[in-house]
Structure formats: structure tokens, C-alpha cells
């Protein structure tokens, strides 16, 4: 890791993954230096943004509230999938119907339950313990439709299924032209194989007229490995995975440590 340095000329956009680099999922816990940091971001004419593997619609409550008092209205979501500037949806990649059909054929034959992830809505095929356990700490507000896919466009799809089933699924063939990233002991999202958050802030970049070396991004997790190498400063927090960590330009302090505020200070994007 290299001393940090002045940033504050490079960098005019700054991306935040949301679980585990904004707020704490299991605790429900959005660390009180956030908000001012952000404020602070804005006031500089710095503009923070989102790029989560969530939904518009799973995004958790002290996160929109802070989305507000902030005025955040870029945001990078379902791992790039979907990508919007207010009202304005600037690229989304739904999966094809076709597609949709013979994957969840499969998981069907395997008692496997998934979920259908849209910019709306979340729908499952079952609500079983694996459900609960992976999607109730985002979103209790789901319901059961097999077949929701035939009538809305879907970004992501949500198998339920542990570790030990990877090899399996994999063996199938349903995962091809799919990218597979695992974000709970019970379940993985499956999306097209050449998203990833990078393509989605490429496109926000493109859209504002940027280029990626003036967005610095944080994150933590496996989803944010492409994030992290295409962007012009990607920052690690302190309890990310060490994956992420090795892709990193620079490692920050512990989400509980005011890993966000202490890195837009000593980088001087904030006062």
C-alpha cells in the first residue's frame, strides 16, 4: 500500500457498495460519520453514488434515508444490471425470458427455490428456510409467483442452495453465458456473464461525462472485484474480503472504525 494522496482534483465521483461498506446488515448499523461525510462529499462537488448487487426496491431503510438527506441520485444496482440518474435509466440488462424458462426448469427438478429480482419487486418460487435465511436480513417484503418472469423483465435470479451444490449446478449447463457470485452461505446471484458493477459505472461515467480514473469506489466483497481494478482508486474497507483486499489500491479501516470518513479525509476529497 502506497501513503495516500491528495485525491481531491482527480476524483469527481465516489460509488459505495452498500452491505458491509455503508451499513452493517445484521446489525442494521449505518456508522454516525457517514452521513456528514457524504454531505461533506456533495458540498466539495464530489458526487457520491451507489453501486450495490441490491435492488432499487431491497435497498435498506437508513440507507434511503440517507440516499435523501444526502441527495444521492446515481445509483449502480443488481451488480450493474441496472443502472439509473433520478427518474432516468440510463442501461439495463434484463436476462431473457428464454433463459429465465430453462434455468428455473432446472431448480425446479432439483427442489431448489429461487427468487425473481426486478427494479420493483421480488418474487420466489417457494418460501423455504433457505429463503428466510439468506433474503430475510434484505427484504421481507416478497412474494410467491413461479411464473412473475413471463410478464416483467428480470435482472437477477436468486438460486437457493449452499456451497456443497456449486459443482452440480455448474455440471448442469443452465450457467452458461451467466456470471455466478455467491453472497450467502444459502444462495448466489446469477446475472449475464459480462455484468459486473464495473460495466454498470462505465456506463454512469459515460453518461456524465467522466472517465473512469475520476471515480474512486468502496467496497468489500466478491462483487466488487471488477469495481475495484476498473475504477481510478478502489478502496478496500477493513473488514472486506481478502480477495478484494489483493485488488485494491488502497485499504481503509473497518466499516465500525469509520473506514469511509477516515479514507475521503486523508485523501482529502473532505475537510
Given at each position: ?23 452493517v ?14 454531505k ?19 435497498i ?8 435523501e438527506?444526502?441527495?444521492i ?24 425470458t ?6 428455473t ?10 427468487a425473481?429480482?426486478s ?10 428456510p ?8 434484505i ?13 416483467h ?9 449452499r ?11 443452465i ?5 455466478v457470485?455467491?453472497?450467502d ?12 458493477k464495473?460495466r ?10 467522466f ?18 481494478e ?24 473497518h ?8 479514507f ?8
Amino acid at each position: 500500500m502506497f501513503p495516500i494522496p491528495n485525491l481531491r482534483n482527480q476524483i469527481k465521483v465516489v460509488f459505495f457498495d452498500i452491505d458491509e461498506t455503508l451499513i452493517v446488515k445484521h446489525k442494521d448499523y449505518l456508522p454516525e460519520t457517514v452521513l456528514p461525510a457524504l454531505k461533506a462529499l456533495k458540498t466539495n462537488g464530489i458526487i457520491p453514488a451507489i453501486a450495490t448487487g441490491r435492488s432499487p426496491c431491497s435497498i435498506p431503510l437508513k440507507v434511503k434515508r440517507l440516499m435523501e438527506e444526502v441527495g444521492i441520485e446515481l445509483l449502480v444496482t443488481m451488480n450493474g444490471q441496472f443502472v439509473c440518474f433520478g427518474q432516468k435509466v440510463i442501461e439495463k440488462h434484463p436476462i431473457p425470458t428464454e433463459k429465465i424458462a430453462n434455468i428455473t426448469a432446472y431448480f425446479d427438478r432439483q427442489n431448489i427455490a429461487y427468487a425473481f429480482v426486478s427494479q420493483d419487486d421480488i418474487y420466489v418460487s417457494a418460501k423455504t428456510p433457505e429463503v428466510h435465511s439468506a433474503l430475510d436480513p434484505i427484504t421481507t417484503n416478497y412474494h410467491i409467483d413461479k411464473n412473475y418472469y413471463l410478464r416483467h423483465e428480470v435482472f437477477q435470479i436468486l438460486p437457493f442452495y449452499r456451497e456443497d451444490k456449486d459443482e452440480q449446478v455448474a455440471q448442469s449447463g443452465i450457467l452458461d453465458n451467466l456470471k455466478v457470485v455467491r453472497w450467502d452461505e444459502d444462495s448466489v446471484d446469477l446475472f449475464d456473464a459480462q455484468g459486473s458493477k464495473a460495466r454498470g459505472i462505465q456506463a454512469a461515467i459515460n453518461y456524465l461525462g467522466f472517465t473512469m480514473e475520476n471515480v474512486m469506489a468502496f467496497g468489500d466483497g466478491l462483487n466488487d472485484l471488477e469495481m475495484m481494478e476498473a475504477v481510478g482508486v478502489g478502496v478496500a474497507m477493513g473488514n472486506a474480503h481478502d480477495k478484494l483486499k489483493a485488488k485494491a489500491d488502497f485499504i481503509t479501516d473497518h466499516i465500525e472504525e469509520q473506514g469511509i470518513a477516515n479514507f475521503l479525509r486523508k485523501s482529502g476529497l473532505i475537510d
